[in-house]
């Protein structure tokens, strides 16, 4: 079985800074790995995955996230975060032989101006 | 094109009484996904229809059951509804297994009384 973790529930920044959300997961088997964000009151969008290849992926919105094997690891970074960027977001997994989706707790983003 | 399309929106139920959840997935999208959002809990996934064939489950009672119609649309029903089952009901489209990239409704807000 997969599990992530999300280490932060909550994170408060103002506009213009950077962000950083974490994501741990375990898995005895390969794994695909996604970044999920939700708004307020709408359902989950698709901000970027990580299949195979480059270990750096990019989003058309500016996020970035790194697949770090060694360290189990695909945080979610962006440089600039705008008021706009305040919404819930879920790091995801899946096993390559499973095709089920296992989500952390989710990482709430409030940015202030 | 319009994406995945859930309803009702909303729902208010008593405790005890049956529930149907409705998803009609993107045109062309064979892989319909259930997942459960409760307060506290995070995501849960529940239930995976394919071809019209339930593929996966998640670890949820035999209360929570569905199908896959041949139009790929689906159904969720939950009997013997309980305070706990009051959640956000997310469905999933994919164009295939293995939801590389699936696409989620808006969700259905469930409410048990």
């Known amino acids: 079985a997969q599990s992530v973790t999300q280490l932060d529930s909550q994170v408060p920044v103002f506009e213009e800074a950077p962000v950083e959300l974490r994501c741990n997961y375990s898995s005895s088997v390969s794994v695909y790995l996604f970044w999920y964000v939700q708004y307020p009151n709408q359902g989950l969008q698709l901000l970027l995955k990580y299949l195979s290849g480059s270990t750096l992926v990019e989003s058309i919105n500016g996020f970035e996230a790194e697949f770090n094997k060694s360290q189990t690891s695909f945080h979610l970074r962006k440089p600039s975060v705008h008021i706009s960027d305040t919404a819930e977001y879920f790091c995801a997994v899946i096993a390559v032989n499973d095709y089920k989706l296992s989500f952390g707790a989710g990482t709430t983003v409030t940015v202030r101006a | 094109e319009a994406g995945v399309t859930q309803s009702p929106t909303h729902l208010i139920k008593t405790r005890g009484q049956q529930v149907t959840l409705r998803c009609s997935p993107i045109?062309?999208?064979?892989?319909v996904y259930w997942y459960q959002q409760a307060l506290g809990l995070g995501l849960q996934f529940l239930l995976w229809y394919d071809e019209g064939e339930e593929r996966n489950r998640g670890n949820f009672p035999p209360r929570f059951s569905g199908r896959q119609f041949p139009n790929y649309s689906s159904e969720l029903n939950v009997n013997a509804l309980e305070l706990e089952d009051s959640a956000l009901y997310l469905c999933?489209?994919?164009?295939?297994?293995?939801?590389?990239?699936?696409?989620f409704g808006q969700g259905t807000r469930l409410t048990v009384v």
């Open positions: 999933a489209s994919s164009l295939e297994p293995g939801n590389t990239e699936a696409f």
């Open positions: 045109s062309g999208h064979t892989s």
